[in-house]
């Protein structure tokens, strides 16, 4: 079976993953490839050196998301105008997403309402993180991440709207004739799903940004505490579970038909199992006997 270059990039960029995360656990390997792969309160300390000239401020995150803002509210307006009133698509656009289908041509994703609400979810999801970002979080000023998380977060959030878009027979994407009670639970469970996740994260968020200001609301920036509260009781990065919960809802909405959103929600589900078994350990090793109590990402599984 064929697969096309968004899919196996995100095959690819999983497998890269895991690897790099053994690397990471492996006691025979130095610590500069700890310093590059993590990022934040993982990333204190693990050199001795000052500040290398590939860190960033972990704050920087605030650039990635009005990327995503404008790239998936363009597609969607594009999109709209493609499915209301027949215009076409830009030939630039045509000619990126032809080459992401490559070498599968055709699929057999036409209509056009799953997609709409996927790319309207996707928009939704990245003007919220814009807004906690700039709004909610309070970063410490030792966090860092490398210039490496940097780019491939601007990657990350410039490729996925058109990942949604290629991943489909995009020239001849139509309304549907009639909605089925079926098609309307499949759409409704997928949205609801993603705007629980959606309101679990920005809880998580909320709490972890209120470890970081004292009872007058001044920042308290040099020093990490143990979340509490919430779904922190049971697990080390509830946000990292609500991520996993986002992009599996788009999955619902696309019936598991939509090969790049399956590679691309294997890709999510890798990153953040990751990232939160990292974070585990992590808090393991600064407060004791926190690992009886909590898992790193699922509850009672892992």
């Not at 696309?254 to 691309?264: C, E, K, N, P």
């Amino acid at each position: 079976m064929d697969v096309s270059i968004q899919s196996g990039f995100w095959l690819v960029s999983s497998a890269a993953l895991v690897l790099a995360y053994f690397l990471d656990q492996h006691p025979a390997v130095p610590n500069l490839w700890r310093s590059i792969f993590r990022w934040g309160k993982m990333r204190v300390g693990v050199l001795k050196e000052p500040k290398q000239f590939y860190e960033v401020p972990k704050r920087w995150f605030q650039h990635f998301y009005p990327v995503g803002v404008a790239v998936n509210f363009l597609l969607l307006v594009l999109l709209i105008q493609k499915v209301f009133f027949g215009e076409q698509w830009p030939p630039l656009l045509r000619s990126v997403l032809q080459q992401l289908q490559h070498p599968v041509s055709f699929t057999d994703i036409t209509r056009a309402e799953p997609v709409m609400l996927v790319l309207a979810m996707e928009l939704m999801q990245v003007c919220r993180r814009s807004y906690e970002t700039f709004c909610v979080h309070v970063f410490s000023e030792k966090a860092t991440m490398t210039l490496l998380h940097y780019l491939l977060g601007y990657v990350y959030y410039l490729v996925v709207g058109p990942c949604i878009l290629a991943g489909t027979n995009f020239q001849h994407l139509r309304l549907s004739d009639s909605i089925s009670a079926y098609d309307w639970a499949v759409y409704g469970s997928g949205l609801l799903m993603f705007v629980s996740a959606s309101v679990m994260q920005h809880k998580s968020f909320r709490i972890l940004a209120a470890l970081r200001t004292d009872v007058k609301g001044k920042d308290k920036q040099h020093q990490y505490l143990l979340p509490k509260g919430g779904l922190f009781d049971k697990v080390s990065c509830p946000h990292f579970l609500a991520e996993i919960i986002i992009y599996f809802s788009f999955c619902v909405v696309f019936r598991f038909q939509h090969t790049v959103i399956l590679s691309l929600f294997v890709f999510v589900l890798v990153n953040q199992v990751i990232a939160a078994l990292i974070t585990y350990q992590w808090y393991c090793k600064n407060f004791p006997g926190y690992s009886e109590k909590r898992y790193a990402v699922f509850p009672f599984l892992l």
